[in-house]
Every structure is written in structure tokens, then in C-alpha cells.
């Protein structure tokens, strides 16, 4: 899955952040703007207005950013870094507007009562978290180049996404009984790794307190392998030197169908027989070195419907992206004003 498509409307609420500033009780100040609502691209007859693109758009660019020093996007190399990121943004657009094709194809419509309805009920109560003040509300929200308009576009595809999932699972088109299931977790549809993530996250803290540059993440990471493959051993490896958080003091490890984690990381997760070490693998997290695990059948009896949860949550995924890959992208003449470098970030 895409970095920004992980930005989950409801993580914005993290943290409530309270303005500095005068209280905003004026609901006025969060109407978007006439450039916000400038077309800059249709998806499947969708428009994709400006705010949407600036909100997927800067979210990338950060993410690029994230460690390196300016001149990334210089020369031949910073060409094909924005071709790169360019790809990523249009990928990552198509799939959010592919909710509402499909939900379309489905006879769910993004205005039927039940959506709008919940939608409301939601933002209210997330307004509540603010007091009402709606400048803090905004403050919070556009440190996620976000606006009102798109917050609540990607809350709304959160609604539509559920009852696209029980429409799928209603006709049969995802296997949610116990006898699927477990067919398929006991197959090699389904497996358990573990990893050694050396993340590149700005947040993640190194052994010295200092962020290591994407070189330095990498030649750890090529180090941690060499160990790995000449016979140290693995799980002493991920408690003592890994950074995936989910990995500590887990002797589990993952369980999971494709669909449901990284595809880099999938694909090579998949690769591997049983007791096989991969190579240093880039993902959106960092740099993995993965080995695969014997299933352990009581775990999975322990655990299965959360695991079933998640098996089920990657079929849809890989629906969707299969659908959104038959999706048409038009640039209107409008997009050709609103480069990367001249987006300007949400006000607060």
C-alpha cells in the first residue's frame, strides 16, 4: 500500500491540537476556495479537484524529502525522481476515486441516505473534539495538507469502502466462511514471516539519537544480512538491531495473504521457502530483510478471526486495485499550473 493512502482521516485526531490563536467558531472559514475547487484531472468521470491533488501530492513530496537534503530533485537522477513521484501521485488518486466507481458498479451511491447521514454524525463528532473551534480543527488538519473538503472525501470513502466490502462478501466474490478460510491458511496463499526493518522513518531514532541518511539505512541493512546469512541467529538479530515496532518481543511474527502489506515487501515475502532468508528489500518503511516460518496451526486457531479479518481486507484491496487499473486519467489544462514545487500548502 501507498504511503499516503495509509493517511487515514482519523489518525488526523491523534492528537487534538488546540489553536493558539483567536477561537474559530465561524464554520464559514472552512469552505474550500474557488482555486480548491479547480479541476485538475478527471478519474472515471470523477473530477479531481486541486485541493485533492495538493493533499496526495505534498504528502509524496514529503515523503521523498524525508532525510535528504534538497538537490534530490537536480539533474537526470531528480528528473526521474519526479517522474517517479508523478506516477505515484496519479496511482494513488486513481485508487481513491476507484471506491466510487466500483461502489457505483455496485449500485452504492456516495449520497444515499445511510452514507450522508454517517458522514455528519461523524464529523460532528469530531468537531466536538475541537470544542467547535473550527480554526483549531483546521490548524490540525492542514499539517496533513489537508482541508475540510478532503477530510471528509477520505472519511466518506472509509464508509463507502465497508459496505463495498459486505456487498463483495453478500455475493460471493470474497470468502468470508470458516471452511474457505481455513483452506486457505493452510495453504501457501497464506505464510509467516519475520524481519529486520531498518526504517528510514523521520521519526525512528538510531542507537547514536541521530537519523541515519538513506546510504547509511541501506549499508546497515546489507551489514544485518551478511550476519544473518552466515548463520547468526535471526530472531536475536530483529530484537537486537531491528526497528519494526510490531517485531518486539514477538516471537509470532506475520501472518498474512497477499493484498494486505507492502507489495515489495509481499512479493518478496512470497519468493521465500520455508527457513529462506531474503535479500535487503526496499519497502515504503525502510530497508527488510525477511525470513519465512513453519506455521504454527494453534496460533492461527487462537487468532483467526482477526487473521481472517485482515485476509479478507486484502482481497478487497487487490479488487480495488485491480479495478482501479482499468480506470481512464484525463489532465485538464489546469494541472499544467500547479507543479510539485509551486503547490501552496492548506492555510491555517
Known amino acids: 500500500m501507498k504511503t499516503v493512502t495509509r493517511l487515514a482521516a482519523g489518525a488526523v485526531l491523534g492528537a487534538v491540537l488546540l489553536s493558539a490563536t483567536a477561537c474559530g467558531n465561524d464554520k464559514d472559514i472552512l469552505q474550500s476556495t474557488k482555486e480548491d475547487l479547480t479541476t485538475v484531472m478527471t478519474v472515471a468521470g470523477h473530477d479531481v479537484p486541486l485541493e485533492m491533488y495538493r493533499y496526495v ?9 524525508s532525510g535528504k537534503s534538497s538537490d534530490i530533485w537536480l539533474g537526470e537522477a531528480g528528473t526521474a525522481l519526479m517522474q517517479e513521484l508523478n506516477a505515484d501521485v496519479e496511482e494513488t488518486i486513481v485508487t481513491l476515486y476507484a471506491t466510487l466507481a466500483m461502489c457505483e458498479e455496485y449500485g452504492i451511491r456516495a449520497d444515499d441516505a445511510y452514507i450522508t447521514d454517517s458522514l455528519e454524525i461523524t464529523m460532528d463528532a469530531v468537531y466536538e473534539e475541537y470544542e467547535y473551534d473550527y480554526k483549531a480543527y483546521a490548524v490540525a488538519i492542514a499539517q496533513h495538507n489537508m482541508n475540510d473538503s478532503v477530510y471528509r472525501f477520505v472519511l466518506r470513502n472509509e464508509l463507502l469502502a465497508d459496505e463495498l466490502l459486505n456487498a463483495m462478501i453478500e455475493r460471493g466474490e470474497i470468502p468470508n466462511d470458516d471452511a474457505s478460510v481455513q483452506a486457505v491458511f493452510d495453504s501457501d496463499e497464506f505464510i509467516r514471516v519475520k524481519q529486520i526493518l531498518i526504517s528510514t522513518e523521520e521519526d525512528m531514532l538510531f542507537s547514536s539519537g541521530d537519523k541515519m541518511s538513506e546510504e547509511e539505512c541501506l549499508a546497515a541493512a546489507e551489514d544485518l544480512l ?51 532468508i531474503s535479500d535487503v528489500v526496499r519497502t515504503s518503511a525502510g530497508y527488510s530483510i525477511i525470513k519465512r516460518y513453519e506455521k504454527d496451526p494453534a496460533y492461527i486457531d487462537k487468532h483467526f478471526d482477526d487473521l481472517r479479518g485482515d485476509y479478507i481486507g486484502g482481497l478487497y484491496n487487490l ?3 485491480a479495478f482501479a487499473e482499468g480506470l481512464t486519467v484525463t489532465p485538464t489544462d489546469a494541472l499544467a499550473d500547479y507543479s510539485i514545487f509551486n503547490l501552496t500548502p492548506v492555510k491555517d
Not at 248 to 267: H, I, M, P, T
Open 319 to 321: 479488487a480495488v486495485d
Open 57 to 65: 501530492a505534498l504528502n509524496y513530496k514529503n515523503d521523498y524529502e
Open 226 to 276: 551478511a550476519q544473518a546469512k552466515g548463520g547468526a541467529d535471526f530472531d536475536e538479530l530483529v530484537q537486537k538491531k531491528g526497528q519494526d515496532l510490531f517485531m518486539f518481543n514477538n516471537d509470532d511474527g506475520y501472518y498474512f495473504a497477499r493484498g494486505y502489506l507492502d507489495q515489495a515487501f509481499e512479493d518478496a515475502a512470497f519468493a521465500l521457502d520455508i527457513g529462506e
